[in-house]
């Protein structure tokens, strides 16, 4: 609450960008909002491996999925009438390398590890500490809540910032990266935004939250998909997706910038990026002795202390996206960059 009285109206957080958009000149940013807009960089767009196999048979719904091994799309085993992680037991395989993978009635296993007999997949503090039971359970319940201290505005105000980033994606597939309980992945679905919303977590107690709440609050999932995957071997054909969202994630992600590169990869050209974290640049990133105590901290622990703006851009940078802009309020920022399309390379 302190937040919202605080920040104010949506208006609050408007990207400067968006000031020109006669839709949007109602709206003074506010004095605490930092905002800054920058274009860097091109990238080479892949050619879209579904051109490569003239007769790929994909199943309504899934035609983006690929193979996590080989990256090649998957095709549907069972009956394409229903959504394909809602009947325990089905699956989908790899056109080239042949691999299965499985839906356990809840969600589609899209991991590489999925499905393993002997090995199971143990990833650094920030991707295991969400995979418990008790925090999936506590995450919407209280934990996510107390995000507005560190300067969050809140889901409901957050999806109306990610929206005015989105709108040139609106009608296409959006991949709600980390989506965790799924407050984000509902309000997509709800919003009649997309022609497909795929809620992708590596956590199978998060997914399986995400799922009761979908139930309980009677939200269809006629174009709503839940896919257990690690953000950095995403399960799509490259160039494919329209839209990745990925809230308050960025800062768990075992290696942002492998995430920010899968994410790239998979955006089509055009497509657009956002994401919520926390952000520090108290400890300047520039200064030689905090630079090499973060370093210290990250090499032993495996987790990476928050990352300042500058780093943020960076790494959009690093992996080809463009126009990074963001917006700040407190320990809060909100990134956005764009896919180069093909004429802006
Ligand atoms: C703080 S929660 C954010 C949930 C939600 N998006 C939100 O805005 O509140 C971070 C999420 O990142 C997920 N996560 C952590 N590491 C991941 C990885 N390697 N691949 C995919 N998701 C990961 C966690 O399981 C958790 O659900």
Not at 118 to 146: A, D, H, I, K
Request: aromatic letters at 10%; hydrophobic letters at 40%.
């Amino acid at each position: 609450m302190a937040v919202a009285a605080t920040v104010g109206s949506l208006g609050a957080f408007l990207p400067r960008r968006c000031l020109r958009n006669p839709r949007c000149l109602s709206v003074k940013p506010p004095l605490s909002a930092r905002i800054r807009a920058s274009s860097s960089a091109t990238a080479s767009v892949e050619a879209d491996p579904v051109a490569l196999i003239p007769d790929a048979k994909v199943s309504t719904g899934i035609n983006n999925l690929g193979c996590p091994v080989c990256y090649y799309p998957l095709i549907s085993q069972s009956n394409a009438s229903q959504t394909i992680e809602s009947t325990a037991g089905s699956y989908v395989e790899c056109h080239i390398c042949k691999k299965a993978y499985f839906s356990n009635g809840t969600y589609l296993d899209l991991t590489v590890a999925g499905g393993s007999k002997e090995y199971t997949e143990t990833m650094p503090g920030g991707t295991e500490l969400f995979r418990s039971q008790l925090v999936s359970f506590l995450y919407e319940r209280g934990w996510r809540q107390n995000f507005i201290w560190g300067g969050f505005p809140g889901p409901q105000r957050e999806f109306e910032m990610a929206k005015v980033y989105l709108t040139p994606t609106i009608g296409g597939t959006i991949v709600d990266a980390s989506c965790g309980s799924g407050l984000f992945s509902r309000l997509f679905a709800e919003s009649g935004m997309y022609s497909l919303v795929v809620a992708l977590d590596f956590s199978e107690n998060m997914l399986l939250q995400c799922d009761e709440f979908i139930k309980q609050k009677g939200i269809s999932k006629e174009n709503l998909i839940l896919v257990r995957a690690d953000i950095s071997r995403l399960p799509f054909v490259s160039s494919s997706i329209d839209a990745v969202h990925a809230g308050a994630a960025l800062h768990c992600w075992p290696s942002p910038s492998t995430a920010v590169a899968e994410i790239s990869r998979v955006l089509r050209p055009g497509g657009v990026f956002v994401a919520t974290t926390f952000v520090l640049d108290t400890i300047p990133p520039a200064v030689p002795i905090f630079r090499a105590i973060r370093e210290f901290f990250s090499r032993n622990s495996g987790q990476h202390l928050y990352l300042s703006e500058g780093e943020l851009e960076d790494i959009c940078r690093a992996c080809g996206l463009i126009g990074f802009t963001c917006i700040r309020n407190g320990f809060f920022i909100m990134i956005s960059a764009t896919k180069p399309s093909k004429s802006s390379s």
